[in-house]
């Protein structure tokens, strides 16, 4: 990790109000925890993990981890596989991060497709690329690189997450890529990439599924701009999920300093960064001399002073928890907690309510799995070397 991503994390650790001390391995064995109205049963399913970033579920038995060292792991019922699935072809420099996200083909039962994301170093430095095999067995094979994102710098969020919707696109978020966001420096040259249409940093980008640009993107045949481009104006972008009552696809953000952010994604809409945000530089300035809203740029759906620096999302829409049907699920890291969300309340817009507080573990993605059940990736620090993550299974107490 270098140093300016160190001084980062722990910048964000601060603002959360969480001491270093509060930091702890993760559960061992189950766990019933007091949640608004009831109950809940957190269950281990897997630990000694390096940092694990995302899940995917093949099948009802079968769950893929992404590791951050550059591992697919698999755990296969309920039992963690000692070889990896796959290994990214960036290793780990420096303990940098190796691997981020993994989806699976909408029609997976029938191509066994699965999408990876990670970083890709060359000649002008580092960016995010995107890459798909086949799962046979315990091995991803056939894998080949599909698409390359246009966001080299030598540091700086790459973010990644990868996203297959129903009907076969793939969404790809690309961080903003501002190598000097954090040393006390309120240059934003490298963060206006993300107003520019000609590069992928700050943006979301949709693909075909073999990473091809589809003719009817917003900005094809634009000159100047990149043709994969769906929406921009983003900082670093983690969580992606439908919202099943609208068929909205839903972003969230991680903000500067606060002004972490929920959007809902328009074909071609600009979400304002670096010019607005509900944050502040991490000088304490604001972003710009007008940083609330300006004409042209979408408002946040929701957002969160000071920061819970959003990892994941997902609406629930399975049996196991009616009263939490469509309810919206955060993965938190600097808060350490698993946000839900519930619309449609008598006096509120939007009821929120930390989940796994006093599990202490930062929640770096959420996912609902084949069984119904809630199942989180979570690591208990941010930094070193550490086997300590896990995959941890909610459940109703009274089942």
Known sequence: MTTHTWRFSLALLLLSGIPASAQQAPP?????????????????VATGLYHPW??????????????????????????????????????PENGEDALHFIALH?????????????????DRGITLAV??????GSKLTDVQEIFVADAWETGGNLAGRVFLTPDGYLYVTVGDRDRICCNGSDDNSLRMKAQRLDNDAGKTLRLRDDGTVPPDNPFVGQ????????????????????????????????????????NI????????????????????????????ARPGMDNPRMFWVPSISPSSIMFYTGDKFPKWKNDLFVGALT???????????????????????????????VQQGPDGFIYVATEADFSGNNVNGAVLRIEPADQ
Not at 107 to 120: C, D, E, G, I, L
Not at 131 to 136: E, P, T
Not at 269 to 279: E, F, K, R
Not at 344 to 351: F, G, Y
Request: charged fraction near 20%.
């Open 131 to 136: 890459a798909r095999g086949r799962l046979s």
């Open 223 to 262: 000159p100047g701009a990149r043709p994969e481009i769906f929406t921009y104006g983003h900082r670093n972008g983690y969580g992606l999920a439908i919202n099943p009552e609208t068929g909205e696809l839903w972003q969230a953000e991680i903000g500067p300093m606060g002004g972490d952010e929920l």
């Open 28 to 44: 061992t064995g189950p766990q019933v925890l007091d949640v608004q109205g009831g109950k809940i049963r957190v269950v281990p």
């Open 335 to 365: 808060t350490q907690q698993l946000v839900r969300v519930a619309f449609h309340q008598p006096s509120q817009a939007e009821k929120r309510e930390g989940l796994l507080v006093p599990l202490h573990q930062r929640i770096r993605d």
């Open 265 to 292: 994604l328009v074909p071609g809409h600009n979400y304002g960064w670096p010019l607005v945000s509900m944050g502040r530089n991490y000088t304490g300035t604001l972003v710009s001399e007008q940083p609330w």
């Open 54 to 91: 995302s899940l995917a579920f093949p099948d009802a038995h079968t769950i893929l981890v992404t590791e951050r060292n550059g591992r697919v792991r698999m755990i296969r019922d309920g039992l963690l596989s000692p070889d990896p699935v796959w290994t990214s072809p960036t290793p």
């Open 106 to 122: 909408p029609n997976f039962a029938r191509n066994q497709m699965v999408y990876v994301s990670y970083p890709k170093r060359g």
